[in-house]
T-cell receptor, first 110, second 116 residues
Framework: DAKTTQPTSMDCAEGRAANLPCNHS???????VYWYRQIHSQGPQYIIH???NNETNEMASLIITEDRKSSTLILPHATLRDTAVYYC???????????FGTGTSLTVIP | GAVVSQHPSRVICKSGTSVKIECRSL??????MFWYRQFPKKSLMLMAT?????????EQGVEKDKFLINHASLTLSTLTVTSAHPEDSSFYIC????????????FGDGTRLSIL
């Protein structure tokens, strides 16, 4: 079963920052938080992951709360091509089995 | 980097036939590969975990004799849907990760299987 919960859907204006929250209140000490997104009829695309420190790459930033019970994915300047379903997953870095939740359907509005 | 190729992208076949789907890691060695299925408007469901050179570990409720998984090399895993029936029609997606800890999974673009 999925160990994360996310809002079902969100809208964001083009050019604005999109902030996608994720709750993982039962995360254990050796589990990472991974973010992926899926555009219709394609495989999920890796975005970013982290353990406890905030992370940033060319796609997004990941902010993890100090207690690690929640995180936020930030797309700094959303474009229409960022419209997708975004999945937050917690998994160990060894077995690494992913149990997907329902994700957040992000719609970027012109 | 980290490209995973899945083939075929779409297949349509008659009920009762077996269908093989290939998953290849093109630019890294995948010690672990995973197979998922996804129904329309639903999330991905993990079917099995496959480590190179060993038998796959199937999730509860997934029939291992129905969905045969082979992971004979560090760059190739195959999923064979045996004696396929219309209810097996789905979107099948593989993923792969390298051996180093902390590596994320990288996904293929999926195979849409339609059984008539």
């Amino acid at each position: 079963d999925a160990k994360t919960t996310q809002p079902t859907s969100m809208d964001c204006a083009e050019g604005r920052a999109a902030n996608l929250p994720c709750n993982h209140s039962t995360i254990s000490g050796n589990e990472y938080v991974y973010w992926y997104r899926q555009i219709h009829s394609q495989g999920p695309q890796y975005i970013i992951h982290g353990l406890k420190n905030n992370e940033t790459n060319e796609m997004a930033s990941l902010i993890i709360t100090e207690d690690r019970k929640s995180s936020t994915l930030i797309l700094p300047h959303a474009t229409l091509r960022d419209t997708a379903v975004y999945y937050c997953i917690s998994a160990t870095n060894t077995g690494n089995q992913f149990y997907f939740g329902t994700g957040t359907s992000l719609t970027v509005i012109p | 980097g980290a490209v995973v190729s899945q083939h075929p992208s779409r297949v349509i076949c008659k009920s009762g036939t077996s269908v093989k789907i290939e998953c290849r890691s093109l630019d890294f060695q995948a010690t672990t590969m995973f197979w998922y299925r996804q129904f329309p408007k639903k999330s991905l469901m993990l079917m099995a975990t496959s480590n190179e050179g060993s038998k796959a570990t199937y999730e509860q409720g997934v029939e291992k004799d129905k969905f045969l998984i082979n992971h004979a090399s560090l760059t190739l895993s195959t999923l064979t849907v045996t004696s396929a029936h219309p209810e097996d029609s789905s979107f099948y997606i593989c993923s792969a990760r390298g051996g180093a800890s902390n590596q994320p999974q990288h996904f293929g673009d999926g195979t849409r299987l339609s059984i008539l």
